[in-house]
């Protein structure tokens, strides 16, 4: 499959790669160090993860609405001059305030290239799709293997710059993004196949952007849609908050952090694509969302059916390793589902809006309930009910999920995702 991708679609699954290696070289460490580098509350540290999270996530709508305007190449390559610059800073930020910037500059940037990135590669496999080369989600799949790759060897490098210190952590993630910022001045082409420029089509005639954003809110399955995917990725934030909290608490230590993170990226890695194209050929994109928001609530109540025996030691860690696996299938069900039921809601001119949409409701979400969730693990409650309630949230979404796909969309895909020939 992968040699027989056109050569933008395996620039992007490329570059989602090297996107998460030097990402996760940093994350997966920073509530460590801002708990006792820089000494913040417990409270504080949720609310800059939550912050990190909606600075990328939930302005990932003002980067969708650029890329729809000035396509993929410059929001790229403006976005790693800022992560380069976000990641110099938090190296040597000392204060709280001088996090909160870095942070909120590191998030910002991903809202530039995330959104460019993974609109460009839905409406890639939307065109492998229609060319008769298999379902869109196969793409998408291997576009999101690809990422946890990243996000298998990141922690791991992380894991071991930390031996030297926090900033070398920061300073080495800049450089890969140094590395992605290089590669694509040289080999993103600046016009991408298959896309068209906001206000070409039809369909946006006479009402702009301001008749396209109407037209996404009045959109109440997709705004459901949104809710539903919101909910799964408070859920895996948790892999930054709750799950550090649970690993302290039983090991006595972080260190084994980075192995349940490479044990999360190593099962996407090698299981991505086969369960893809299994439940592929056995689920809808609704049943498949609905499937892994279930198996993420299913980890949070194992950890919360063990946590009140106070166990410690190695074996204490089981519990944390099963909810990282069934997390990560869950994530493995949900992420290419969404991502590709998205260009049904959006056609080809929006899909960056559309796409962006989706992230920045996923990032209120975020923010408002990691700063709930950092308060709550720390609040002295009996020690199963954050992990409750936590699983409650991925339930509670499973009815918001829109029942069928849209069919004024669906049934014109041919003729209007049909690109050059």
Same mark, same amino acid.
């Given at each position: ?66 890329v729809d305007r000035y396509g993929v190449r410059p929001l ?48 890639q496999a939307v065109r492998w799709e229609e060319a008769g ?157 609905? =499937?892994?928001? %279930? $198996?993420?609530?299913?980890?949070? @109540?194992? *950890? #919360? ?5 106070? !166990?410690? +030691? /190695? ?59 950092g308060a709550l693990l720390h609040a002295g409650l009996p ?13 509670? =979404?499973?009815? %918001? $999920?829109?029942?069928?796909?849209? @069919?004024? *969309? #669906? ?5 209007? !995702?049909? +690109? /050059?020939?």
């Open positions: 499959m992968w040699r027989r991708l056109p050569a933008l679609p395996r620039l992007l699954i490329v570059t989602q790669f090297a996107f998460n290696v030097g990402f996760f070289a940093v994350l997966p460490f920073l509530a460590e160090h801002l708990g006792t580098a820089i000494g913040m509350a417990g409270w504080l540290v949720g609310f800059v993860l939550g912050l990190r999270t909606f600075s990328q996530q939930g302005l990932f709508v003002v980067g969708g609405w650029l790229v390559l403006t976005g790693c001059v800022l992560r380069i610059a976000g990641f110099c800073w938090l190296g040597y930020a000392a204060s709280t305030a001088a996090v909160i910037g870095a942070v909120l500059l590191i998030g910002f940037a991903a809202a530039l290239f995330s959104p460019a990135v993974e609109s460009e590669a839905a409406r080369h298999g379902p869109r989600t196969r793409v998408l799949a291997l576009f999101s293997a690809a990422g946890q790759a990243g996000a298998f060897i990141g922690p791991l490098l992380g894991g071991l710059l930390l031996l030297a210190d926090f900033r070398t952590a920061c300073l080495c993630g800049a450089a890969v993004f140094v590395l992605v910022l290089a590669g694509h001045a040289r080999l993103m082409p600046r016009h991408t196949p298959g896309r068209e420029a906001a206000g070409t089509t039809g369909g946006d005639s006479g009402g702009g952007d301001g008749g396209a954003v109407r037209a996404l809110l009045r959109d109440r399955r997709f705004l459901a849609l949104a809710c539903a995917y919101g909910s799964y990725l408070l859920a895996y934030n948790q892999l930054y908050l709750a799950l550090p909290d649970e690993v302290e608490r039983a090991a006595g230590s972080q260190a084994p952090l980075a192995w349940l993170f490479a044990l999360s990226s190593l099962l996407v890695v090698c299981a991505q694509l086969p369960v893809s194209r299994r439940v592929g050929e056995r689920l809808d994109l609704r049943r498949s969302m609905a =499937a892994g928001l %279930l $198996l993420v609530a299913a980890g949070f @109540a194992v *950890v #919360a059916a063990v946590r009140p025996a106070g !166990w410690t +030691g /190695p074996a204490a860690l089981l519990p944390a390793a099963v909810f990282v696996v069934l997390l990560t299938v869950g994530q493995m069900l949900i992420v290419p589902a969404a991502r590709a039921w998205v260009p049904d809601f959006a056609g080809p001119a929006r899909l960056g809006l559309y796409t962006g949409w989706l992230s920045s409701v996923s990032g209120l979400l975020v923010l408002v309930g990691s700063s709930a969730t020690p199963a009910v954050p992990w409750l309630v936590l699983a409650a949230l991925p339930l509670l =979404a499973v009815p %918001l $999920l829109p029942r069928t796909r849209p @069919a004024t *969309v #669906a049934q014109a895909g041919t003729c209007r !995702w049909a +690109g /050059p020939a």
